[in-house]
T-cell receptor, first 115, second 115 residues
Framework: AQKITQTQPGMFVQEKEAVTLDCTYDTSDPSYGLFWYKQPSSGEMIFLIYQGSYDQQNATEGRYSLNFQKARKSANLVISASQLGDSAMYFCAMSAMDSSYKLIFGSGTRLLVRP | DARVTQTPRHKVTEMGQEVTMRCQPILGHNTVFWYRQTMMQGLELLAYFRNRAPLDDSGMPKDRFSAEMPDATLATLKIQPSEPRDSAVYFC?????????????FGPGTRLTVL
């Protein structure tokens, strides 16, 4: 069965610094997709970035990058130059054939950016 | 800017009442998902549809919950009768389909409180 683990319930980062949010996953499926979502206090779920298991390059989207280490089964989100608006919950999620392509979410990490 | 819309945004009802939540997926998307988010359980998939056909509703309590897509622009989630343990935020998400690992775009959610 698939599992997503986010071991950091909460983190602080200073404005303008970079921060890494950890995510490890477990699946026996060789083909899978990894996603990160942001949930600000308003409650909406915002898609940030996607990484496919066969992608050769780490995914990047603006200030977001995904540090994908397949052998370690980790998919950490890196946010560069943190902004106050980055304060939110961040969820890592995975989709694979052995779960019928459903998105399985981790428990989330709450990030607080300090001015 | 295409978005998933959900109505109502907030709903307070009494135990035993019927609750209907509606979702309009992004035009052209052919996958629709219903999730429930609680503090204790996190994000749980309740049901999902592809091309309006239900593919998986294994996460949904069958005795009181039902999900339908009467047409491509409307998905509904109904609870009858509602119970206090159903209090949660219910999200609808849609995806373009056509790819194995479908990025899901979430609506703003319906916050349900059952007294």
């Amino acid at each position: 069965a698939q599992k997503i683990t986010q071991t950091q319930p909460g983190m602080f980062v200073q404005e303008k610094e970079a921060v890494t949010l950890d995510c490890t996953y477990d699946t026996s499926d060789p083909s899978y997709g990894l996603f990160w979502y942001k949930q600000p206090s308003s409650g909406e779920m915002i898609f940030l970035i996607y990484q496919g298991s066969y992608d050769q390059q780490n995914a990047t989207e603006g200030r977001y990058s995904l540090n994908f280490q397949k052998a370690r089964k980790s998919a950490n989100l890196v946010i560069s130059a943190s902004q106050l608006g980055d304060s939110a919950m961040y969820f890592c999620a995975m989709s694979a054939m052995d779960s019928s392509y459903k998105l399985i979410f981790g428990s989330g990490t709450r990030l607080l950016v300090r001015p | 800017d295409a978005r998933v819309t959900q109505t109502p945004r907030h709903k307070v009802t009494e135990m035993g009442q019927e609750v209907t939540m509606r979702c309009q997926p992004i035009l052209g998307h052919n996958t629709v998902f219903w999730y429930r988010q609680t503090m204790m359980q996190g994000l749980e998939l309740l049901a999902y549809f592809r091309n309006r056909a239900p593919l998986d509703d294994s996460g949904m309590p069958k005795d009181r919950f039902s999900a339908e897509m009467p047409d491509a622009t409307l998905a509904t989630l109904k609870i009858q009768p509602s119970e206090p343990r159903d209090s949660a935020v219910y999200f609808c998400a849609s995806g373009p389909g056509g790819v194995v690992f479908d990025t899901q775009y979430f609506g703003p959610g319906t916050r349900l409180t059952v007294l």
